[in-house]
């Protein structure tokens, strides 16, 4: 079977930790990611603004900023269950054992928790998967595939994500 295929990339600034690591990724550290995401589709779109296109660029941007790039760029990216890091950004003035209950609930309801209102007034995005360059390829893939079949009427489909964390490195997830 034969597909028609658009690629989008953007970069972000990130930092993480990988909770479990037993090496120098334990430590907190920060990569440029590079995030590519590929759509397919059997046929081109044949009215609109999308005419004889999978998706339009623009919309692909569009989609990685509003999904990635703001939550996440120049912040940090956290595991939920990472106790003492969520410890070092959490506030003074708040109730660590209430605000890891904010961040669950968030997850559970959302996917992910956003805030600013960090020790440091860091971006924080915490998630329920450790930072990893696979669960990140993941966690967005799963983020931006419904916004893909909404945004092309069904006719295309998010077909991978791969997020490279140096240039050396790279990690995707795909759909079958």
Not at 21 to 44: A, Q, V, W
Not at 46 to 57: I, P, Y
Not at 94 to 122: C, F, P, R, V
Not at 150 to 155: D, I, Q, R
């Amino acid at each position: 079977m034969t597909f028609f295929t658009v690629t989008r990339q953007i970069t972000i600034d990130a930092g993480h930790r990988v909770m479990t690591h037993d090496s120098k990724c334990r430590h907190l550290h920060g990569h440029s990611y590079r995030i590519e995401m590929t759509c397919c589709s059997k046929y081109l779109q044949t009215v609109g603004k999308q005419s004889a296109m999978v998706l339009d660029f623009s919309f692909l941007k569009e989609a990685m900023l509003t999904e990635i790039n703001v939550p996440c760029d120049h912040g940090f990216l956290a595991y939920f269950k990472d106790f003492e890091l969520l410890h070092m950004f959490c506030h003074k003035n708040i109730n660590i054992k209430e605000w890891i209950s904010t961040i669950e609930h968030a997850i559970n309801q959302d996917g992910y928790y956003l805030t600013s209102e960090t020790q440091m007034k860091t971006k924080l995005y915490v998630m329920n998967v450790n930072p990893t360059a696979e669960q990140l390829c993941r966690h967005w893939f799963e983020r931006l595939a419904p916004i893909v079949k909404s945004k092309s009427n069904s006719l295309a489909y998010l077909k991978k994500i791969v997020v490279w964390e140096t240039q050396n490195c790279r990690a995707t997830y795909h759909s079958s």
